[in-house]
Each structure stands twice: as C-alpha cells, then as structure tokens.
C-alpha cells in the first residue's frame, strides 16, 4: 500500500507552480512592454530625427538663401551717373557738374585723377556739385557712384575741359583804321586778317571763315560817308578779342 502524500508536499509543489506561472507572467510583460517601448522608441527616433535633420536643413537652407541675396546685393554695382553736358573749353576757373544717378547714393567726381568732391544724390536721382577749381589748360574729369552696399561702377565717360582765360590775337591787314575811300569802283573792299585757327570771327556779326592757318578775309560793301566796321575773334573757351575799323567813303 503506497504512502499517503503529505498535505503540506502539495502545498510546497503548488506553491512553487503558482510562483512559476507568475514568474513567466512577469517576464512575459515585461518582454512585451520592452517590445511595444523598443518598437516606438525606434520608430519615434527614426521619424523624430528625419523630422528634426528635415526642419535644420530647412532653417539652414534658408539662411543660405539669404546669405546668398546678401552676397549677390553686395555684388550687384550701380549704373555709372549721367552727366549733363560739359564744356569743351571753358573761361571761368571753377566749374559745376550736375546729372542724375541712382536716388540716395553718392556721386565721386575726380578731377585730374584726385577726388575732388562727394555728392550725396537726392531722391529724385538728381545732383548738383560745387564749384570746382580747374587748372589752366587742360583739365580731365570723370565720375562714379558708390551704392548703398559700398560696390562702385563704372568710370563715366572721361572728358577733357579745358580752362583758358587769354583772349585770342586778332590782327586787321586791310583796310587801315581811319582810312578815306574814293571812287564808285572801290566801294566793294576786302578786310582781311590773322587769328587763332580754332578761333570764331565775325564782321558786323556777319560769321567769316577762317582757315587753317588762321588767316581770313571777306568782302564787304560801303556805304557813302562813315563805316564802322566791328571785327571781333572768339576762341572756344569764350574769350573776344575786338578790333574796330573806322572808314569813309566818297563815291
């Protein structure tokens, strides 16, 4: 006859059961929540740091954008000023320049290669200088315009103005000052004279070729008792020099 189990031998086995299946309940939970947290914590770093390397990369990308605006403004010269027209050759020793560039930059004009004056440019485009002082002769002058970004253009188109204050020679050869004309037949005469090649001449206001030597002559008719006859030479810069003939004539 087998023994009888003890009462308290199943107590010990279904107590070691019950701390078993709890056991591998526990471990079974935790296994599970290390699964579902390992996948969304994946998942959440995957897509979390996509998102994050996608919004830097945005941010980055745009201040690029504009660093690149940046640049090319910086780079990007204004258009060289219009300048009014100036003289070829002038009698005044100072000289004032105007035109028009881009509105609220500043105009450098240069005089003989050296800076001579600053003008801010008003809103409209527009701006005036002050009185420059010119040397005698030859004088070079151009301009360029400093942008708000600190980029030049340009030279303007270099002209020469030159500063001449002598008045030109002007020699009368015929007829004399003074002289008495006789005869029907010499009431046509011919005055003539010499001056500067580049010189303008007048008689009477009448406008008379000069050639290249700088002699010219013309004719000219009399009428009867006194002739004032006004010879006047101008040269490009302005200057006159006058010459007048008195004449009498008795046909």
């Known amino acids: 006859m087998s023994p009888k189990p003890q009462r308290g031998a199943f107590k010990n086995i279904n107590s070691f059961s019950s701390s078993h299946s709890s056991f591998r309940k526990g471990w079974g939970w935790l296994l599970l929540a290390v699964f579902f947290l390992g996948g969304f914590g994946w998942l959440g770093y995957r897509y ?59 105009v450098k004009l240069f005089l003989n290669g050296e800076e001579a004056e600053r003008i801010m440019v008003d809103k409209e485009g527009k701006f005036v200088s002050s009185k420059l002082s010119l040397s005698q ?9 400093e942008g708000k970004n600190g980029a030049e253009s340009q030279d303007s188109l270099r002209q020469i103005i030159v ?10 050869s015929s007829p004399q000052d003074g ?13 003539s004279g010499e001056t500067d090649k580049d010189a303008l001449v007048s008689i009477n206001d ?31 810069a302005g200057n006159k020099t006058e010459e007048t003939i008195n004449l009498t004539f008795r046909p």
């Open 48 to 106: 979390g740091l996509t998102a994050i390397l996608e919004v830097t990369n945005f941010f980055a990308n745009l201040g690029n954008q504009e660093e690149i605006k940046d640049l090319t403004y910086e780079k990007i010269p204004p258009s060289p000023p219009l300048l009014d027209p100036l003289p070829e050759a002038t009698n005044s020793a100072s000289l004032i320049v105007s035109g028009s560039a881009e509105p609220e930059t500043e």
């Open 137 to 145: 002769g030859e004088n070079t002058f151009f301009a360029r315009v």
């Open 163 to 172: 500063f001449d204050n002598e008045a030109p020679p002007l020699k009368i």
């Open 179 to 191: 002289e008495i004309i006789r005869g029907e037949e010499k009431k046509d005469i011919t005055i």
């Open 206 to 236: 009448r406008k008379v070729v000069v050639k290249l030597d700088g002699s010219f002559e013309t004719s000219y008719s009399l009428v009867e008792g006194k002739n004032k006859i006004v010879v006047v030479a101008e040269d490009k």
